[in-house]
């Protein structure tokens, strides 16, 4: 079975400034998608982030982006020019390509918490 | 407006009694799931439902039943509620049915079991 671990509960940040988010996980396959979710107070998950395992290229979305490294099954999202709206509950998750992996739905680390200093 | 939709939003219950917490989507996406979310815990997969008629057991599917005769509903049902199935439980469809597709989330429903 596939793990996902955020070694970080809590993490907090200036504003206007740089931080990057830690993600390992466990997996036996070569071929998975990894993502990034963002969850507000409001409660609603909010995709941040998608990453192909088979792609060397790491994924950007904006302020967003990650440093996708597959040797050390790492998996890293970096926010930049941090704003208040950024504040949230963030969690990275892993599904796996198999055929069928849908049924798999995604498995999720323990999250860890955003805050941004005004 | 599309999208999918969870009732109730808050709900508190006695021991031993029996939740239905209901989900509902637009899309007629094949895919669907129940997590729970806990402190320390993250999102745990309860079941899910590849299609209409068709579920399966996730992680922790103990005390829960759920059903789907329809694409778009996809109840969850607590038969006798115990204190540790209070959580906050979201609801979620796949577009597509490859891996890659995105999960989309309900907000989530806070159940809190006296």
């Known amino acids: 079975a596939q793990t996902v671990t955020q070694s970080q509960p809590e993490m907090s940040v200036q504003e206007a400034e740089t931080v990057t988010l830690s993600c390992t996980y466990d997996?036996?396959?070569?071929?998975?998608?990894l993502f990034w979710y963002k969850q507000p107070p409001s409660r609603q998950m909010i995709l941040v982030i998608r990453?192909?395992?088979?792609?060397?290229q790491n994924a950007t979305e904006n302020r967003f982006s990650v440093n996708f490294q597959k040797a050390a099954k790492s998996f890293s999202l970096k926010i930049s020019d941090s704003q208040l709206g950024d504040a949230a509950m963030y969690f990275c998750?892993?599904?796996?390509?198999?055929?069928?992996?849908?049924?798999?739905?995604?498995?999720f680390g323990k999250g860890t918490h955003l805050i941004i200093q005004p | 407006d599309a999208g999918i939709t969870q009732s109730p939003r808050y709900k508190i219950t006695e021991t031993g009694r029996q939740v239905t917490l209901m989900c509902h989507q637009t899309?007629?996406?094949?895919?669907m799931f129940w997590y729970r979310q806990d402190l320390g815990h993250g999102l745990r997969l309860i079941y899910y439902?590849?299609?209409?008629?068709?579920?399966d057991k996730g992680e922790v599917p103990d005390g829960y039943v759920v059903s789907r005769s329809k694409t778009e509903n996809f109840p969850l049902t607590l038969e006798s509620a115990t204190r540790s199935q209070t959580s906050v439980y979201f609801c979620?469809?796949?577009?597509?049915?490859?891996?890659?597709?995105?999960?989309?989330f309900g907000e989530g429903s806070r159940l809190t079991v006296l």
């Open positions: 998750a892993y599904r796996s390509a198999r055929t069928g992996g849908g049924a798999d739905g995604l498995t």
């Open positions: 997996t036996s396959e070569s071929d998975y998608y």
């Open positions: 990453q192909e395992a088979y792609k060397q």
């Open positions: 899309w007629s996406h094949s895919y």
């Open positions: 439902s590849a299609a209409a008629d068709i579920t």
């Open positions: 979620a469809s796949l577009r597509g049915t490859s891996s890659h597709g995105e999960l989309f």
